[in-house]
């Protein structure tokens, strides 16, 4: 798409900056906190009735914490991550302590916890400022982004479309540019998805890379927080803010030698990628969505890497995937109280159901089974520096669809289903990043996946961004392209 064809923006300049160069400005002292609160907020006010992304907004909160900014700067300033005063928002499955969090269902919808998760309190003492919760499917169950409390979360692209889940919200304050960095999460895609339907960066890091899994289960690493951004660079800054361990969370881990920005500086157009458009016939894709991915891997071709269509055999990854997924949901949602339980949506509940059933012998396959699947992609990926394949396989359908009855012909029998690229790099505990590879006809957004190596974030950085520079998507925010009535179910 053309610079003409792109939408308009008309929000505050400062919002259209990168993240990193808005820091700069921070560290410089020629822009303040406070000046980039009044812009964030102006914007959300403007944008939000068309798009709901951020339901939950907390200015006294930001701009009291303003008041922290120099004592944190003492202990967290040399960081590569310190963000000097930056907004940011934070999905609404992390406690943020005094902020309305809901979990997305109805059974929290005045839940105002007194603690931040591990992962908030590191990225505010790093100089993040929490203006407000993104929305989010109930517990984060879900490919479109709706719930009982705050309605449909809308595509700014198409605001009659989803925004892709579980992280929705946090993609569409990035593509609208209600902030400069959004927190999300990911299980299936729950990162990636939403990145690839509103154009934005949604990276799953190595697990612990950016905190540990959730409370109930802190030595599960199937469930992983990671950055969003609107570009590769930005997304480098962010995770240097979330990296770090934390004794709370056991699975985390200490930062790198080199930042992961200070990686992505270094990186170039000799990238070794291995192309997949179906993941060797794991799932059905659209014929306009291949056309798009291969115009990518053409474009990074020319722009000297090598590209080759190529994809190990994953042995019973399907399988192998939707047990440890059950075995989460058994080990988190299972335990809350019926009182909480009797909220869920339909969905939900069979994600829990599946989990409560799953015989002893299935869950010993699944764990020796992801570990035949890991070794199948170490080595495999000793001849490429990551794999490249789809996001998902179709644009974004309407807001009130949960899910696609069928891509490119085939039915899908439910949510998990259409969903099947986001399998691969969570069973096998690798870092993928979802990024803008081009467009539909429509006009929509679509997003290729890259795969990398075992504790490989910062190299999968630095071939994104080389695919980054030879695909040449712009990385500016929109306002929203509104074609539904607004006040609508959401």
Known sequence: MSNKLLPTYSGPDICKKPARDVVALLKKGEVKPSELLDAAFERIKAVEPAVNATP????????????????????????????????????????????????????????????????????????????????????????????????????????????????????????????????????????????????VVGMRPTPGRAGGGSTEAAFLNEATSGPMARDIEDTALFLDAMTGFDPRQPLSLEPPIISFQEAVSQANGKVRIAFSEDQGGFAPVEKEIREVLRGAMEKVSRAGGDVEEDCPELPDLYKTYVDLRGVLYGTTCDTDPPEVQKHFKRTLRENIEYGRNLTAAEIYEAFRNRTVLYHIMRTFLEGYDVLAIPVVGLEPGMVEEEYPGSVDGEPIDNYIDWLKFSFLATTTALPAIAMPAGFTASGMPVGIQLIGGPHGDAKLLQVARAVEEAVGFLNQPIDPIIRHEIGSSG
């Open 56 to 199: 939950t907004i907390c200015e006294e909160r930001a701009r009291n914490a303003l008041k922290n900014l120099d004592k944190d700067k003492l202990k967290n300033g040399n960081n590569p991550g310190w963000l000097a005063g930056l907004p940011i928002a934070i999905k609404d499955l992390n406690p943020v302590a005094g902020v309305r969090t809901t979990y997305a269902t109805i059974a929290f919808k005045d839940h105002f916890p007194k603690v931040s998760a591990p992962l908030v309190e590191r990225l505010e003492n790093r100089g993040g400022v929490t203006v407000g919760k993104t929305n989010s499917p109930e517990m984060g169950a879900g490919g479109n982004t709706f719930n009982d409390v705050f309605g449909y979360t809308r595509n700014p692209w198409d605001t009659r479309k989803n925004a892709g889940g579980s992280s929705g919200g946090a993609a569409v304050s990035l593509a609208t540019g209600e902030v400069w960095l959004s927190h999300g999460s990911d299980l299936a895609g729950s990162l990636r998805t939403p990145a690839g339907y509103c154009g």
